[in-house]
């Protein structure tokens, strides 16, 4: 059984920062890949950030350089490190993973609002 559970989101001013967190249920090597999606309202869910099995990093150019996404194997955790948030960061960010069958597993979801 695959659970995401997400935590870490929440309110902060414009140039703050939040982490947010995303455990697994199991290995996380289990995934062939594991990432971080937002979806804003009239827009599809988009990839803000992702991380494979062997290390490799993508980033959604709107994120590049204040967005860090990295994963704590001993914890089985997922984690995205947001600096420098800007009003149009807010929105709801979602935990996803993949294996290797390309069977996708889905987070609740956290809420990022950033005011101005």
């Known amino acids: 059984q695959v659970q995401l559970v997400e935590s870490g989101g929440g309110l902060v001013q414009t140039g703050g920062s939040l982490r947010l967190s995303c455990a697994a249920s199991?290995?996380?090597?289990?995934?062939?890949?594991m990432g971080w999606y937002r979806q804003a309202p009239g827009n599809q869910r988009e990839l803000v950030a992702s991380?494979?099995?062997?290390?490799?990093?993508n980033y959604a150019d709107s994120v590049r350089g204040r967005f860090t996404i990295s994963r704590d194997n001993a914890k089985n955790t997922l984690y995205l490190q947001m600096n420098s948030l800007k009003p149009e960061d807010t929105t709801v960010y979602y935990c996803?993973?993949?294996?290797?069958?390309?069977?996708?597993?889905w987070g609740q979801g956290t809420q990022v609002t950033v005011t101005s």
């Open positions: 991380i494979t099995s062997g290390g490799s990093t």
């Open positions: 996803n993973a993949e294996d290797y069958f390309a069977a996708g597993f």
């Open positions: 199991g290995s996380v090597f289990r995934f062939y890949s």
